[in-house]
């Protein structure tokens, strides 16, 4: 397999997806450009070898083309991160885009417009009304697959090389993230220093574990998670099930939960994976007491309880100290160890308490010789929040992707550069 350590650019043209979908505020200005920083060692390699990046991105979910989802709005602050004026296309694959890739020179770069204006980009059908007929909608998705390889071909004949440094969209067979690759020897396409950063630390946590391995799942639905839960059972040996999905685990053990959210349909899959949990050998661990609240706002009354006796018109929303001690106990003697979600409501100050003890057991037993990686947009936005990024292994960019290749699926935009 290539590697951007080892390509030589100079004097070629790279088609680089990167993943530029950063939030904007209502004057289009950038609240978070973590993802268009950590782009940029691969941009720079590029073009201090000599050669020319294309970049194409997606922004948003548009469904056509919208000014709001413009890449131009980030145009200027790309240029100034990478300190050269960044060339911009306003229309991907039109005629502009291949004459500006075909004037680029080496130390060039260029934006390409939002590639989603393109519904070829996803290769779903749009504007097909929802009482069209089956054979209607069967021949929308057939007209926009035949268009989708012209559009992957025109992309690709811009460049030399590709380079997928998009890890956000991996699990996402599209044309500029997938089928693209198609377009390139084997020679000439590689993943981005992130795309290789994150794929070496999910093979970390998949294949070259060092026990005792700990999951921390956190988050507020039990349906969201089931398939990383059970993937996670044959692996792990100790599985901390926390945040909202709690209090359906304490209901189907028969524990008073109040107005604690709850899924009441999944009751029956939470005793299942608790004996499922058994016959692994896995050790799970809930929480045995809840920061309780009169109401869900960070002003409410709050209180402690256990976390099977919550009185009516309370609700657990966040852990209480016990299992704050229980949690850092079991995290502290890890030696790998995986986040994917808060322990409660982390968004109000006053329900903040566990998720930041958990962040804290996690950067100690970093420091002690852990392998940790967090993931999942929340938890990313919970270490960011608490200032404990820099103390544990790897922050991963991805988040649906992350928890697809954690629930053990072959993510398209890593397969296209892995087996080819
Ligand atoms: P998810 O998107 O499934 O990872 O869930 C993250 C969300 O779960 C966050 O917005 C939290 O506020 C929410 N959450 C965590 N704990 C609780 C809880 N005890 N009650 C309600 N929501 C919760």
């Given at each position: 397999?290539?590697?951007?350590?080892?390509?030589?650019?100079?004097?070629?043209?790279?088609?680089?997806?990167?993943?530029?979908?950063?939030?904007?505020?209502?004057?289009?200005?950038?609240?978070?450009?973590?993802?268009?920083?950590?782009?940029?060692?691969?941009?720079?390699?590029?073009?201090?070898?000599?050669?020319?990046?294309?970049?194409?991105?997606?922004?948003?979910?548009?469904?056509?083309?919208?000014?709001?989802?413009?890449?131009?709005?980030?145009?200027?602050?790309?240029?100034?991160?990478?300190?050269?004026?960044?060339?911009?296309?306003?229309?991907?694959?039109?005629?502009?885009?291949?004459?500006?890739?075909?004037?680029?020179?080496?130390?060039?770069?260029?934006?390409?417009?939002?590639?989603?204006?393109?519904?070829?980009?996803?290769?779903?059908?749009?504007?097909?009304?929802?009482?069209?007929?089956?054979?209607?909608?069967?021949?929308?998705?057939?007209?926009v697959k035949l268009s989708?390889?012209?559009?992957?071909?025109?992309?690709?004949?811009?460049?030399?090389?590709?380079?997928?440094?998009?890890?956000?969209?991996?699990?996402?067979?599209?044309?500029?993230?997938?089928?693209?690759?198609?377009?390139?020897?084997t020679a000439d396409k590689?993943?981005?220093?992130?795309?290789?950063?994150?794929?070496?630390?999910?093979?970390?946590?998949?294949?070259?574990?060092?026990?005792?391995?700990?999951?921390?799942?956190?988050?507020?639905?039990?349906?969201?998670?089931?398939?990383?839960?059970?993937?996670?059972?044959?692996?792990?040996?100790?599985?901390?099930?926390?945040?909202?999905?709690?209090?359906?685990?304490?209901?189907?053990?028969?524990?008073?939960?109040?107005?604690?959210?709850?899924?009441?349909?999944?009751?029956?899959?939470?005793?299942?994976?608790?004996?499922?949990?058994?016959?692994?050998?896995?050790?799970?661990?809930?929480?045995?007491?809840?920061?309780?609240?009169?109401?869900?706002?960070?002003?409410?009354?709050?209180?402690?309880?256990?976390?099977?006796?919550?009185?009516?018109?309370?609700?657990?929303?966040?852990?209480?100290?016990?299992?704050?001690?229980?949690?850092?106990?079991?995290?502290?003697?890890?030696?790998?160890?995986?986040?994917?979600?808060?322990?409660?409501?982390?968004?109000?100050?006053?329900?903040?308490?566990?998720?930041?003890?958990?962040?804290?057991?996690?950067?100690?037993?970093?420091?002690?010789?852990?392998?940790?990686?967090?993931?999942?947009?929340?938890?990313?936005?919970?270490?960011?929040?608490?200032?404990?990024?820099?103390?544990?292994?790897?922050?991963?960019?991805?988040?649906?992707?992350?928890?697809?290749?954690?629930?053990?699926?072959?993510?398209?935009?890593?397969?296209?550069?892995?087996?080819?």
């Amino acid at each position: 397999m290539q590697t951007i350590e080892k390509y030589n650019f100079a004097g070629k043209k790279a088609f680089v997806r990167v993943d530029f979908n950063v939030p904007l505020d209502e004057n289009f200005k950038i609240t978070d450009d973590t993802r268009i920083r950590a782009a940029l060692p691969t941009l720079k390699k590029i073009l201090a070898d000599g050669g020319s990046p294309i970049i194409g991105s997606h922004l948003g979910r548009p469904k056509g083309v919208t000014d709001k989802y413009s890449l131009k709005h980030i145009l200027g602050h790309l240029s100034g991160l990478l300190g050269i004026e960044v060339q911009f296309a306003g229309d991907c694959a039109g005629e502009e885009a291949a004459a500006k890739a075909a004037a680029l020179k080496p130390g060039e770069a260029l934006l390409l417009e939002n590639l989603r204006f393109y519904a070829e980009e996803e290769g779903k059908p749009r504007n097909v009304l929802e009482e069209a007929s089956d054979e209607e909608k069967t021949a929308a998705k057939k007209a926009v697959k035949l268009s989708q390889k012209e559009f992957t071909r025109k992309l690709a004949s811009y460049a030399d090389a590709y380079v997928n440094d998009a890890f956000g969209t991996a699990h996402r067979a599209h044309a500029s993230t997938a089928l693209i690759a198609g377009y390139f020897d084997t020679a000439d396409k590689m993943f981005g220093y992130l795309m290789e950063k994150e794929v070496q630390a999910v093979e970390k946590i998949l294949k070259d574990i060092n026990r005792p391995f700990t999951a921390i799942m956190g988050g507020s639905k039990v349906s969201s998670k089931i398939e990383i839960i059970e993937n996670l059972l044959g692996k792990v040996d100790n599985l901390i099930i926390t945040g909202g999905m709690t209090y359906t685990f304490t209901k189907a053990q028969g524990g008073k939960i109040g107005n604690s959210i709850c899924e009441d349909d999944k009751l029956n899959l939470a005793i299942e994976l608790l004996k499922k949990a058994e016959e692994e050998g896995v050790n799970i661990v809930l929480a045995v007491d809840a920061k309780i609240a009169d109401s869900f706002s960070n002003e409410a009354k709050t209180g402690f309880s256990k976390v099977g006796e919550i009185p009516d018109g309370w609700e657990g929303l966040d852990i209480g100290p016990e299992t704050e001690k229980l949690y850092a106990d079991v995290i502290r003697q890890s030696k790998t160890i995986l986040w994917n979600g808060p322990t409660g409501v982390f968004e109000f100050e006053n329900f903040t308490h566990g998720s930041r003890a958990v962040g804290e057991a996690i950067v100690e037993a970093t420091r002690e010789g852990a392998f940790s990686l967090v993931g999942g947009g929340d938890s990313v936005a919970c270490v960011n929040k608490f200032g404990l990024a820099e103390g544990v292994s790897y922050v991963s960019t991805g988040g649906g992707a992350l928890l697809e290749a954690i629930e053990g699926k072959i993510l398209p935009g890593i397969a296209a550069i892995e087996d080819n």
